[in-house]
């Protein structure tokens, strides 16, 4: 036969669909491409256009980045913005701006401990959902999207993390993750670090760990244990299901 | 042989593709379907959420609709909106708030020949890209979204109302899609239009246009025989390519 899709011809194992399905799949997937489209336009229109513009039109608050928790001077210019775009992306701000806080009043938002640069990829991923990441960018991000409670921008971070995930930061990662509150990356890391238990305890990172925050250490073992006793069930169901299947004499007799 | 799809055994005339062209398909199917959760996910984050909140929160700007043209009298209470979105969303609005007009200057957009209905369908539409929309609705917002030149919502209008053409309604439709520029339903109701062009002289509808904008009429029948011209082109060089496929004496003659 030939195939409707690469014009190859190929025997009858190597079958896939028949041409009814293929017609199908055919539409699904147009039907498919034209939703993204619709999405992609929408998402286009929904964005605010003007974070580009200087100054930005009719800002009503600004945030001011402070690299040095203890002290309250800024780092850097201030970050215009609208409260109303705030409160609709974060709950904190919300509270914070309804609730005629001090920063409600003085239309100045104080971000501690992060600089100037993460401060306005922050605010910029508010008005777009956009952000271009590094490692270290995603970690601060990271950090504001947990802090003023923006899921989407946090599940972002995290999926680009675990991207970056490997052997070497497994252990950096893992603790990182933990401070906060960071679930995907710790059980991506996790599955990491068990997967290469030979070499752990030789890891200057582990050793560190284990003075600084030993709970952590233990879940790590924990986690190891309990990926023994899944996989040793696994092996055993596997090897009774076996011999269920194929019984020396025939009977179905349990070993 | 046995299609993967839908299991069912089908014979070589009937073949769609190889297994391998199979698993591609599907592999792009998964990806196109994560694209869409991505997506939707974005659209929800970037939409407004308190619009249904009372009253909208940090509300710099209200709209207030008026029925009636030669009055400036409000017909409903007022919608609040704020500048910074109306902005983002429509160059119109950009223009007239931050050109300090009167209308940037006094914090009131007044509204001309538009119900509050359909007024607060068009500043919902304008946070969230979504309007519930019935014939009537969706020939207001097309109007609002032509005057304020909100593309994405003049796209949306447009389809809707495509959808919804037919013969009975396919003159009332053109007329209403020339008055406002809404290009796609003019083509749409111009196709439909010409493929009836027996039953076109005897509606009432007809009559009227001819009276009240006869240009109009001109460019149905401009598009009629350009069809017709088409048509007949398509048929003529169908006619050629056949005689000279199967010329009956097996040289290539054209007659």
């Known amino acids: 036969m030939k195939c409707i899709s690469c014009q190859e011809d190929y025997d009858a194992r190597d079958a896939g669909t028949c041409k009814e399905c293929y017609m199908e799949a055919n539409e699904t997937e147009e039907e498919l491409k034209r939703e993204i489209d619709d999405l992609k336009s929408k998402v286009a229109f929904l964005k605010f256009s003007p974070r580009s513009l200087h100054p930005i039109p009719f800002s009503d608050v600004v945030l001011l980045a402070s690299d040095d928790p203890s002290s309250s001077s800024s780092s850097g210019p201030s970050v215009p913005a609208h409260k109303a775009v705030l409160a609709s992306r974060s709950p904190v701000f919300r509270a ?117 925050d030993p709970r952590l250490v233990v879940q790590v073992y924990e986690a190891y244990l309990s990926k023994q006793i899944n996989t040793a069930a696994q092996k055993d169901s596997a090897g009774r299901a076996g011999l269920e299947v194929k019984p020396p004499n025939g009977d179905h007799v349990l070993y």
Not at 146 to 165: F, G, I
Not at 171 to 185: D, E, G, L, P, W
Not at 186 to 197: F, G, H, S
């Open 96 to 212: 914070m701006l309804e609730n005629e806080m001090e920063e409600s009043l003085s239309g100045t938002i104080k971000i501690g401990e992060v600089s100037y640069d993460a401060l306005r990829a922050f605010v910029n991923y508010l008005y777009t959902a956009e952000a271009c990441l590094d490692e270290e960018m995603a970690c601060h991000l990271l950090i504001l999207a947990e802090k003023y409670q923006v899921q989407h921008l946090k599940d972002y971070c995290q999926m680009y993390l675990v991207s970056k995930l490997n052997w070497d930061n497994s252990i950096v990662s893992y603790t990182f993750a933990h401070q906060h509150n960071a679930k995907r990356i710790v059980d991506a890391a996790l599955a990491l670090i068990t997967e290469n238990m030979d070499k752990l305890t030789t890891r200057e990172e582990y050793m560190e760990l284990v003075q600084k």
